[in-house]
């Protein structure tokens, strides 16, 4: 009887293990590096290839890159990684009391392995309050948590929400419906920690049709998804089963929120019946439990802007955000339309972030 | 008034740079023919530096899913928003009057660029 011989015993020789030809059809050959494509790319996709992050949880290659060209590191980290260079540009640049961190990093976004998004959760906390908190008595801090267990996630809030500088509980929007009773565990330990529960689009948001062919689809409807979570928060019930519940909508737009309110108290009236426990008209849970950033603010006639905020019949509702050091930055000195009024300015740069974070004075706005 | 603001050869095609000229922060620019242009070094939408953008080309307009690339290093591209403005004229790429950028004209001297404003 004869034997192929065995890997051991043919390392470094030719063999052939049957007496005849062969074909594997199933073999990977691999590139060093995504830079051995440029050579055969052409613009305008060799410029998109400059901000190339493969194919990850966010499903675009951005056409003109993800940051503030200016905020660029000269060693090439990403730029939002160097806490001098953030402190310069942004927290001395615009003498700012204080800058909410809300990180770039959405293990809560995971759609498997939810143990490990628990265990990265956790591990970001530990790590950013460290790296970042810690050295500046401006920053904020959002509590990361992976709301795919929610127990993991209590466990975390109930962990860090003690902190003197956490005010909130990150939670991304993805494609779940996060006012589900399957998070309201989340919402319960929030209210008991008196911690905000901040929702910003993850990289992983979808659309009514899923993701958009394009990247300007995707960043314009993604509103889409707050909108939603509006509407699913209240209509589920979070604000009547944890009546301290405050929800910040960061970066999902606002000028959508007066119609959205008029339809909700529209289908209120008729279809009441199907959620009894929703015991006002939405549009008051709204004014009273959520809060909106405002970047990227959109700059029409600026008359209209200041009716948009007549139409929320509240000058209570949004908060400044410059989004640093994104693309879309949205510069405290410009961005804000010319027919706000000092006073509504004041409101939005910093009383209305002050009331619903509960945050004390900071020195310098006693001047 | 005028003023020389550096050497013909001081910026190959497709480089920028910031220059004061006079009170005015300007960015030079010299495009892939070889032209120079000026522009006023602010982006009029919420005031970024334009001299920290990208000086470009960029896709014109084409049929539906065609990329068309042209105006190579002729765009420069604002740091921040990314609004696109023709260093020629200063004019943004799409249709708004506000966006539009003072330009200076260039001019060369005896081996040395000129701004005139």
């Known amino acids: 009887m004869t034997t192929a011989p065995t890997d051991e015993t043919s390392e470094g020789k030719r063999v052939r293990p049957a007496p005849f030809p062969i074909i594997d059809t199933d073999v990977h050959e691999r590139m060093v590096s995504i830079e051995d494509l440029l050579p055969y790319m052409k613009e305008p996709f060799l410029g998109y290839m400059k901000h190339w992050t493969g194919w990850g949880e966010l499903k675009y290659t951005h056409p003109i890159g993800g940051s503030r060209l200016d905020s660029l590191l000269p060693n090439g980290n990403v730029p939002g990684s160097d806490y001098q260079v953030l402190k310069e540009q942004l927290l001395d640049r615009y003498d700012m009391d204080y800058a909410i961190l809300t990180g770039l990093f959405y293990p809560a976004t995971m759609e498997a392995q939810f143990e490990l998004a628990g265990a990265l959760a956790s591990a970001y906390n530990e790590w950013y309050v460290r790296n970042w908190l810690e050295k500046d008595d401006r920053f904020l801090g959002s509590i990361h948590v992976a709301p795919q267990i929610p127990e993991l996630a209590v466990r975390e809030i109930e962990k860090w929400g003690d902190h003197p500088q956490m005010v909130q509980v990150l939670l991304p929007i993805g494609s779940v419906p996060l006012g589900d009773p399957f998070y309201h565990s989340i919402y319960e330990a929030a209210q008991r920690k008196n911690l905000v529960v901040g929702m910003h689009q993850g990289n992983s948001v979808t659309t009514g049709f899923g993701q958009p062919r394009y990247y300007i689809e995707w960043h314009t409807i993604l509103s889409q998804a707050f909108m939603g979570t509006v509407v699913n928060l209240i209509l589920n019930g979070v604000f009547d089963k944890y009546p301290g519940t405050r929800i910040a909508m960061l970066e999902g737009g606002f000028t959508w929120l007066p119609s959205l309110m008029w339809r909700m108290d529209h289908n209120y009236k008729s279809l009441r019946v199907e959620v009894p426990w929703v015991k006002r008209l939405p549009s008051e849970y709204v004014k009273e439990h959520f809060r909106f950033s405002t970047q990227p603010i959109e700059d029409p006639n600026p008359q209209f802007m200041l009716r948009m905020v007549e139409m929320m019949e509240s000058d209570e509702l949004l908060m400044f955000s410059t989004d640093y050091p994104h693309w879309d930055f949205d510069s405290p000195l410009r961005s804000l339309p010319t027919t706000f009024s000092p006073e509504l300015k004041r409101k939005i740069f910093y009383d209305n972030a002050k009331n619903f974070y509960q945050l004390p004075d900071s020195p310098k706005a006693a001047r | ?117």
Request: hydrophobic fraction near 35%.
């Open chain 2, 1 to 117: 008034m005028r003023q020389i603001v550096c050497s013909s050869e001081a910026l190959v095609p497709g480089q920028k740079m910031a220059v004061q000229v006079g009170k005015r922060s300007v960015v030079l620019v010299r495009m892939g023919n070889g032209d120079y242009s000026a522009l006023m070094d602010t982006c009029p939408h919420q005031g970024a530096k334009l001299s920290d953008g990208e000086l470009t080309g960029t896709t014109l307009p084409s049929g539906v899913g065609e990329y068309v690339y042209g105006k190579e290093a002729a765009v420069l591209r604002c740091p921040w928003h990314r609004w696109e403005f023709d260093v020629t004229s200063g004019q943004a790429l799409f249709e708004d009057r506000r966006a539009c950028v003072k330009h200076f004209e260039v001019t060369i001297e005896d081996g040395n660029v000129v701004i005139h404003y």
